[in-house]
């Protein structure tokens, strides 16, 4: 199964700050079959990302995607104090579909 | 607007038998496979497998296969997931979410999440 690998573990910054994620694959991803889900606690899971750089239904313009075969990227642009939470990436190209272990961006 | 609603908690004991359910509501049912997510406590998401209410077709995660089982009743838009002997392991909450299938499997509504609690 593939292996998706995120960094770093914890991201501490402020409001406002730009934050950079990264999901690396152990092999790669089948036609950047590759999203991006944000969780707050007590909260499900939420589509951001799918597509590797498609943004779903809803999600602002400051979240943006990009990335293919092993390395892909996920980055808040300014963040609003609703971003702090957990994000997963998850590949969905080869069965079974897996997550990477999350990126909890927390406030500085 | 589309609705995943699962089930409510459950607490049982290790060895019973249990099924959570997941009911779409808002979409036509058999046009979108349901998965089944499970996070136990303080970790991450681990994909458990699917099933296309069209047909109940179903994939599983190797490590979940033999272990649980999943099913459908396309005549009330519900996808279960069910365990025949539970084991204090299986504490965690479980999610379902849909994907549309054919490449675009990801996971674009997802339930509100049923907790199992496995104690003795």
């Known amino acids: 199964e593939i292996v998706l690998t995120q960094s770093p573990g914890t991201l501490s910054l402020s409001p406002g700050e730009r934050a950079t994620l990264s999901c690396r694959a152990s092999?790669?991803?089948?036609?950047?079959?590759l999203a991006w889900y944000q969780q707050k606690p007590g909260q499900a899971p939420r589509l951001l990302i799918y597509g590797a750089s498609s943004r779903a239904t809803g999600i602002p313009d400051r979240f943006s995607g990009s990335g293919s075969g092993t390395d892909f990227t996920l980055t808040i642009s300014r963040l609003e104090p609703e971003d702090f939470a957990v994000y997963y990436c998850?590949?969905?190209?080869?069965?079974?579909?897996?997550f990477g272990q999350g990126t909890k961006v927390e406030s500085k | 607007e589309v609705q995943l609603v699962q089930s409510g908690a459950e607490v049982k004991k290790p060895g019973e038998s249990l099924r959570i359910s997941c009911k779409g509501s808002?979409?036509?049912?058999?046009?979108?496979?349901i998965n089944w997510v499970r996070q136990m406590p303080g970790k991450g998401l681990e994909w458990m497998g699917r099933?296309?209410?069209?047909?109940?077709?179903?994939n599983y995660s190797p490590s979940f296969q033999g272990h649980v089982t999943i099913s459908a009743d396309k005549s009330i838009s519900t996808a279960y997931l069910q365990w025949s002997s539970l084991k204090a392991s299986d504490t965690a909450m479980y999610y379902c979410?849909?994907?549309w299938g054919g490449g675009n499997d990801y996971f674009d509504y997802w339930g509100q999440g049923t907790l199992v609690t496995v104690s003795s």
């Open positions: 092999q790669s991803v089948s036609s950047t079959y």
């Open positions: 979410a849909r994907s």
């Open positions: 998850q590949q969905y190209g080869t069965s079974p579909w897996t």
């Open positions: 099933i296309d209410p069209t047909d109940s077709y179903t």
């Open positions: 808002g979409y036509s049912f058999t046009r979108y496979w």
